[in-house]
C-alpha cells in the first residue's frame, strides 16, 4: 500500500479505493473504522439522501415496486455516487462503500435481467455512465472485494462471508488458536 501512495500519478489527486460486496459483509464496519484516520476521507453509502429526496424515500418506493422505481432509484445512486466519487479531498486516500462502477455494472445489470427495467430505461443509464466515464475522473485506484472479516462475539472466532456470489454467499466461521 505505501508504493501505491508514492506514485506519481496520486500527485494530484488521492488514491481512491471502493469497499464492495453483499448487505452484512463488513462494508460499514470498514468504513467506520478507516474514518478515524486523518489521512483517509472514508464516505458510507448515502443511504440519508437516498432516503430523503425532496421528501420522498427512495429507498422505501424502491422495495416497494421494484419495476416501478428501478431507473428512478439507480439514476439517482449514479448521481450521488458520482457526487461522491469526484468530490475533491486534501486526505490522501478516499474510501468508498461501493462505487459508481459497481452501482452500473452490479445493481443495473442485476435490475435488468430481472425484468425491472425495460430496455430503454437500461439504455438510458448505459449511455449516462458511459458519458460520465469518458467525461470526468471517476477512475478507483483498488476495490477491496469479495471476501471481508467480521469480528464475531467471541473473540477467537471471526466470520468470514465470501461475497459476491449473490444468493450463492457462504458463511463461514474459522477458529483461530
Known amino acids: 500500500m505505501a508504493d501505491l501512495l508514492n506514485k506519481d500519478s496520486f500527485a494530484s489527486r488521492p488514491l481512491r479505493v471502493s469497499i ?3 448487505v452484512g459483509c463488513g462494508k460499514s464496519t470498514l468504513i467506520k473504522y478507516f474514518k478515524n484516520f486523518d489521512d483517509i476521507d472514508a464516505k458510507a ?4 439522501e437516498w432516503r430523503n429526496v425532496q ?3 427512495l429507498l422505501h418506493l424502491l422495495y416497494a415496486d421494484q419495476s416501478r422505481w428501478n431507473f428512478t432509484f439507480q439514476l439517482y445512486v449514479q448521481l450521488s455516487r458520482l457526487n461522491l466519487q469526484t468530490t475533491q479531498s ?3 486516500i478516499q474510501l468508498f462503500e461501493r462505487s459508481l462502477q459497481n452501482s452500473r455494472h452490479c445493481f443495473v445489470e442485476m435490475a435488468y435481467h430481472r425484468g425491472y427495467l425495460a430496455d430503454l430505461e437500461y439504455a438510458t443509464l448505459s449511455e449516462w455512465y458511459d458519458w460520465i466515464e469518458k467525461n470526468m475522473d471517476i477512475n478507483l485506484d483498488l476495490i477491496v472485494a469479495d471476501i471481508l472479516f467480521v469480528p464475531c462475539l467471541k473473540k477467537d472466532f471471526f466470520t468470514v462471508f465470501i ?4 444468493h450463492n454467499n457462504k458463511q463461514r466461521r474459522l477458529q483461530f488458536e
Open 55 to 57: 421528501g420522498h424515500n
Open 90 to 92: 486534501d486526505k490522501k
Open 163 to 166: 461475497c459476491g456470489q449473490g
Open 45 to 48: 453509502e448515502p443511504l440519508d
Open 20 to 22: 464492495e460486496g453483499n
